[in-house]
């Protein structure tokens, strides 16, 4: 099992990204700078799917703090198919039948883009509605847990084990359960395919998005090509607020308390600076530059501020088009096949890719991969994703 | 030409709560072994989250109104990042952009009359952890327990002009906070930072500011403000140096100001909201709870004393300490008499503390134990002399008022046989008094008294010591 970077329970069935706590296992975020860190609590989501009765099979592998494409450049290297070509880890066991579930972080798209490649579901729920205590922190306002999982029956069923209010996390909502829809009621519902996205994608998957459309419409659902403007604005802005909140974050890996310490050091300076240097990859570094920038005096105002107004201008354009569709249908990512690449290209290769994931870590809405393509639905409309995603399934879309 | 000064205040207040301020272990945290006051989320483990304990906000919405601020309805905290060993995240949080509390005035008396300070701002934000440096072994060691105590800083405007304006408030803020229990203001519980500025008087525009970090006590405080002002005069007067604007740092032992001349001071902060932290929303609903349970201002206090005939000193000791008063009221409530009651606390109390090297301050006594000894005394059933020793033992010795009468056998009857065995003693050693009082010198009757008294090293109570002395006296003629 080469995806899993610790195996926890043979009999486990949940894999759970290298990004969220397991109690007393090393939790390294596919970095070297937490080498050998063992976590003193499991993240609440972890918590409650054992509660549930779920054993933990395995940690799976994740590029260095989920920030590149689908692990790429892990510590402990990417994870590739028989033809060489990139997959996420968890969404391969997941394909492979190795798991029933995983739960992953949604940061910028990974475990979306992943699912889709693997030809598996996976779904980021709503802001706020599944806890965030026990993740590896990055972009706190826009990253959430999902779950993947072969059918979007069983990503339902996980899902109903993780979501509701928990009071350790102070961005959690109230509710204690929500609605995830029962399969039913897709014919009639209205789907907005989205011309900025599906443009900016290959000729391949372009066509995989159209087909996929042709089948909804033949399960009696409405789609219209529809326009999001501020698509890429949407995209910047992401990246900038992900920059300066994953640079906030990752600033605590000083080499002092735990993970990687640099035997190589005279002084306090250059203990932290070598720690660092030795413990974070190039991507990590890049967006560490970025988000510090973003963050400084001079450009306070005309970058991190301006991302989030324009977060909210987003987030009433997404909203509009929610007042007139059930769900919007995009590519998870702009091809059907990625290939290794160097490391010096990462940052703006995940930045390029991002234009597909950004809207929902921005807005906080939902957004669902299935059947190799994606879908967003408006805040705790879960259901709509769900059920379209199912009648998609049921209908031989995979 | 004549110069003033212009000095601000930034004053970091420690709350007193249960717990920190975003997680909740901790309290009093600054005590206790090293490293014993500190959780997961204090520690800056990846994966906790900050979650606002909500009586931060209340003791800074209290500290507001007692200032006179107007209370923000929108708040939120901000993410300040720098390196520095004993902040484990790397980041302190703390309000930049929409602070709770702005606006406010305070009025400060000292020799010179009053004047009203403004007060520009206060903020809630965490304290940092504290570094030990062992000179011994060269290393430094990190002490987090201090890590995430709440705090609030309160921003004064430049309104101060001396040393004293800057003692009578810091003052006034302690005692104020004290009595309102927002904050203890124990030993470097309150620590500040002064900017000074000189300018000729009356004018307007003010001169290159430095600014001193970090000062818990006021005797350094003061120091440093007369020696800044000295060194900016002696620069803009006599040319001994160029004044530039930066931060310096006070040497107590040597008496003077030093520049620090490191990165510290040129550092960017890179504020940003902190994400896990939604805006609070603070309601009218929510500033009258919390205006309507504040305890009583000591100016109310005083009005309830003086209407309860308390003398002028009574009242200014008891409202010295919001614990004072609240044993003063809990002992009234019990049915004392409140001028007894003063004497007992102030007088009785005071006295033994004293004897043992205590001060008020450290007064730690169950109301219903002074007020069942009171009782016991204004019943009669002991006297005051006794009532006093076991006021001794309760506060020492935790003792139960009845049980340590019984156990001593302190009562009116007992004490007046002991009184007894003194005043014969006394008769006995003096047969001339005694002749001379049973002969019609009346006056002898004093010298024998007073012979009782020394004997009881003037514990004994005077009434029972002239009954028994008549009494005996007579049995002689
Ligand atoms: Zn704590």
Redesign the pocket.
């Known amino acids: 099992m080469g995806q899993f970077v610790t195996e926890i329970n043979a009999n486990g069935v949940i894999a759970v990204d290298d990004t969220i706590q397991v109690k007393g296992y090393e939790t390294r975020a596919g970095s070297r700078i937490l080498e050998g860190f063992k976590p003193l609590f499991s993240a609440e989501t972890v918590e409650r799917l054992e509660g549930a009765g779920y054993a933990v099979a395995g940690k799976s592998a994740v590029g260095e703090f989920g920030l590149d494409l689908l692990g790429e450049f892990a510590h402990g290297g990417p994870c590739l198919d028989a033809s060489g070509a990139l997959r996420g880890a968890a969404a391969e066991l997941v394909a492979a039948g190795q798991v029933r579930g995983a739960l992953n972080v949604d940061l910028n798209g990974a475990p979306r883009r992943a699912a889709a490649l693997s030809g598996v579901d996976f779904l980021k729920p709503t802001y706020g509605t599944v806890s965030r205590y026990g993740v590896i922190p990055c972009a706190c306002s826009g990253e959430q847990v999902g779950v993947t999982a072969k059918t979007a029956g069983a990503v339902r069923e996980l899902l109903r084990v993780i979501a509701g209010h928990d009071p350790k996390d102070g961005t959690s909502l109230p509710a204690e359960t929500y609605d995830y829809g029962n399969g039913k009621d897709v014919p009639g519902m209205r789907v907005g395919l989205v011309r900025e996205l599906t443009d900016a994608a290959s000729d391949d998957m372009k066509a995989r998005v159209t087909a996929y459309a042709e089948r909804m419409r033949g399960l009696g659902v409405t789609v219209e090509e529809v326009s999001l403007p501020l698509a890429e604005a949407a995209r910047t802005a992401w990246n900038l607020l992900l920059c300066a909140e994953t640079c906030n974050n990752v600033s605590r890996y000083d080499g002092v308390k735990f993970g990687y310490r640099s035997p190589d050091y005279r002084n306090i300076d250059e203990l932290y600076v070598n720690s660092r240097t030795e413990g974070l990859n190039f991507l990590t570094k890049a967006v560490i530059l970025y988000g510090s920038d973003a963050l400084s005096k001079g450009r306070y105002v005309t970058c991190y501020d301006k991302a989030l107004r324009v977060r909210r201008l987003v987030w009433e354009q997404v909203k509009g088009l929610f007042k007139d569709f059930d769900a919007l249908l995009c590519p998870a990512c702009s091809r059907t096949e990625y290939r290794p690449y160097a490391i010096a290209d990462a940052f703006k290769t995940v930045f390029e890719e991002s234009l597909f994931t950004a809207i929902p870590n921005l807005t906080g809405v939902p957004a669902m991969a299935s059947g190799g393509v994606q879908c967003f639905a408006d805040t705790l409309r879960e259901s709509s994703l769900l059920n379209l995603a199912e009648a998609m399934e049921g209908s031989g879309a995979k | 030409m004549r110069y003033e000064a212009v000095i601000g205040l930034e004053t970091h207040v420690e709350l007193a709560t249960n717990?920190?301020i975003f997680?909740?272990?901790?309290g009093h945290s600054t005590k206790g072994e090293p490293n014993t006051?500190?959780?997961?989320?204090?520690?800056g483990m990846p994966g906790m989250l900050p979650v606002t304990n909500r009586r931060v906000v209340e003791l800074a919405m209290r500290a507001g109104i007692l200032l006179h601020c107007d209370i923000s309805r929108y708040t939120t905290f901000d993410k300040k990042s720098y390196y520095y060993p004993d902040l484990p995240c790397a980041y302190q949080i703390t309000q930049w952009f929409h602070p709770v509390c702005r606006n406010g005035s305070v009025e400060v008396t000292t020799k010179d009359g009053t004047r009203t300070i403004g007060i520009k701002q206060i903020h809630m934000e965490e304290d940092a952890g504290k570094l030990v440096h062992d000179d011994w072994t060269e290393t430094t060691l990190v002490d987090f327990n201090r890590?995430?105590v709440p705090l609030i800083e309160i921003v004064s405007k430049p309104d101060f002009r001396t040393a004293d304006e800057v003692m009578a408030y810091l003052e006034k803020l302690k005692t104020m906070f004290r009595f309102a229990n927002i904050s203890e203001c124990e030993e470097g519980a309150m620590r500040c930072d002064v900017n000074i500025s000189i300018r000729p008087e009356g004018t307007e525009e003010l001169g290159v500011r430095t600014e001193i970090k970090n000062m818990s006590s006021l005797s350094s405080i003061r120091r440093a403000i007369q020696y800044e002002t000295a060194r900016h005069l002696d620069a803009v007067e006599r040319g001994t140096e160029t004044l530039v604007q930066e931060t310096r740092r006070w040497d107590d032992v040597k008496g003077r100001t030093f520049s620090m001349r490191n990165k510290e001071t040129a550092a960017d902060y890179r504020y940003f909201p902190d994400p896990n932290l939604m805006p609070i929303l603070i309601g009218e609903d929510w500033i009258r709870r919390v205006r309507d349970t504040m305890p009583a201002s000591i100016e109310e206090k005083t009005a309830e004393y003086q209407s309860k005939g308390l003398s002028e000193k009574e009242i200014a000791s008891l409202t010295s300490e919001r614990a004072l008063c609240d044993l003063f009221d809990a002992v009234t409530a019990a049915g004392r008499d409140p001028k007894e009651a003063a004497s007992w606390i102030l007088t009785e109390c005071g006295g033994i503390l004293r004897k043992h090297g205590q001060v008020m301050g450290e007064l730690r006594v169950a109301p219903e134990k002074l007020s069942r000894i009171m009782e016991k005394v204004s019943g009669n059933e002991i006297n005051r002399a006794a009532g006093r020793k076991v006021l001794e033992a309760v506060l020492y010795e935790d003792a139960d008022p009845d049980a340590y009468c019984k156990a001593h056998n302190l009562s009116a009857q007992g004490d007046a046989d002991a009184v007894r065995q003194v005043v014969l003693k006394v008769l006995d050693a003096t047969p001339n008094a005694v002749k001379d009082y049973l002969g019609g010198k009346k006056k002898a009757f004093q010298a024998l008294f007073g012979g009782c008294m020394k004997e009881l090293k003037g514990n004994g109570d005077p009434q029972v010591i002239r009954t028994l002395l008549e009494e005996e006296l007579s049995k002689r003629s």
């Open positions: 717990s920190k997680c909740s272990c901790g006051r500190v959780c997961p989320a204090c520690a890590t995430s």
